[in-house]
Structures are given as C-alpha cells and as structure tokens.
C-alpha cells in the first residue's frame, strides 16, 4: 500500500516559470512533511518542511502547501532554474520514519 | 562540519557473499536509519537505530539483514548471504534527537550483486 504517492513521474517547465510538484498521502498520523531534491548518484538533500499545523511555509523560491482536509501537498519553485532539474521526493513522518513517495523528475528547460 | 558519510560508495559482490555497508552520522546525531532504494523507485525506510539500541526494524527483511550502531564507530548495515534482489542503492540518514524532523543523508552505497 502506497502512503505517499506522486503520481507526476516527470514535469518539464521552461526557465523562469513556475515549477508545481505534488504529492498525495492517506494516513492522516502524519505530523511532519518534506520535500527532497535528488542528483544521480547523491543521497537526498533536505528542501523544506511543513508542520501538520501550518498550510504554508516559505523558503526563498521555495514553498510548500499543505491541504489537510485534501490530504495534499504541493512544492512550488518560482522562478524555475537550470540548476532545479533533478528528482524530487516528498516524505512524510510518522513514528520517527520517513515514507517517501516514488518521486517526480523535474526537467527546466532554458 | 562532515555531513553524513558512507562507505564504500560501490559495492559489488556475487550471489552468496556478505555485504557490510559503513555509516557515520554528522557530528553530534545519534540516530541512524537506513533506507534502500530500488531502481525507479522511491526509498523505503529500513530500520531506525540509536547508540546500541534498534529501535525500529520493521521495514528490515527478516532473513539475511541486521544492522547494529556499537557505542564507538559506524552504524552498520550487513547483508549475509546477498541475491540479484539486493542490488540497490542503500542510504543512510541521521538526525540529531529523537524528535527532530529532519533527517539529512548520506550519498549512498550502490550495491550490485553478480
């Protein structure tokens, strides 16, 4: 059973657009959510957070959406940069352990 | 400050060996947990451990896997036994209490199995 699903396998935005990334999740003991950035051949770097408790949080080009009621979330990026092309994961906590959806490659073209 | 580190990065065995997968946390976090990740696929949690303690294993196969942290020296990931279905990328992330949110990662071990 999938908890956390992105159902978008790629995206491909033009530079300078605005980059959306979803990510639908059904168990609703998740408190904490994440969104990952992945190169090939690297381990997962750390984006942004939200809290259960928030709808929104912002970080620079970055931020996330939470939608309880929808149980969705989404990772915004404006504006959109070469240096943005990579896979994105998002994860939710629960009981210490994250559950990572299956991930969204995300393709900026100039 | 070092973030997480793992050793090897590439690991090849052939069907039968044992595999030994290193991780050491960032400097001042003393929970571990290990996640693997199949080709074309997100990762999945593995097992969640703090100095000497597992905490968490559920995500471990039951035969084959153990994984240990010893009060000095690396976490470490040990396959016995290893099959072509091992072949992965093994990740390790650390987090520097029990309640903190984010979990920073490791590059990774790429083990491949001949």
């Known amino acids: 059973d999938q908890q956390v699903k992105q159902n978008s396998p790629s995206l491909s935005v033009q530079e300078g657009r605005i980059s959306i990334l979803n990510c639908d999740y059904t168990?609703?003991?998740?408190?904490?959510f994440l969104w990952y950035k992945k190169y090939p051949a690297e381990g997962p770097t750390f984006l942004i957070s939200i809290s259960s408790i928030k709808d929104k949080n912002e970080d620079g080009r970055f931020t996330v959406f939470l939608n309880k009621s929808a149980k969705h979330l989404s990772l915004h990026i404006v504006p959109s940069q070469p240096g943005d092309s990579a896979v994105y994961f998002c994860a939710a906590k629960g009981a210490q352990k994250l559950v990572f959806g299956q991930g969204t490659r995300l393709t900026i073209n100039p | 400050n070092a973030g997480v580190m793992q050793n090897p990065r590439h690991l090849v065995r052939r069907r039968g060996q044992e595999a030994r997968l290193r991780c050491s946390p960032m400097?001042?976090?003393?929970?571990v947990y290990w996640y693997r990740q199949l080709p074309e696929e997100g990762l999945k949690f593995m097992v969640y451990l703090q100095k000497e303690n597992i905490i968490d294993e559920s995500g471990m196969p039951k035969e084959r896997f153990s994984a240990e942290f010893p009060k000095e020296g690396p976490s470490i990931l040990r396959i016995q036994q290893v099959v072509r279905g091992d072949s992965a990328a093994y990740f390790c992330?650390?987090?520097?209490?029990?309640?903190?949110?984010?979990?920073?990662f490791g590059p990774g071990t790429r083990l491949t199995v001949l």
């Open positions: 168990n609703s003991m998740f408190d904490y």
């Open positions: 992330a650390s987090s520097p209490r029990v309640d903190g949110d984010e979990q920073f």
């Open positions: 400097k001042g976090h003393s929970h």
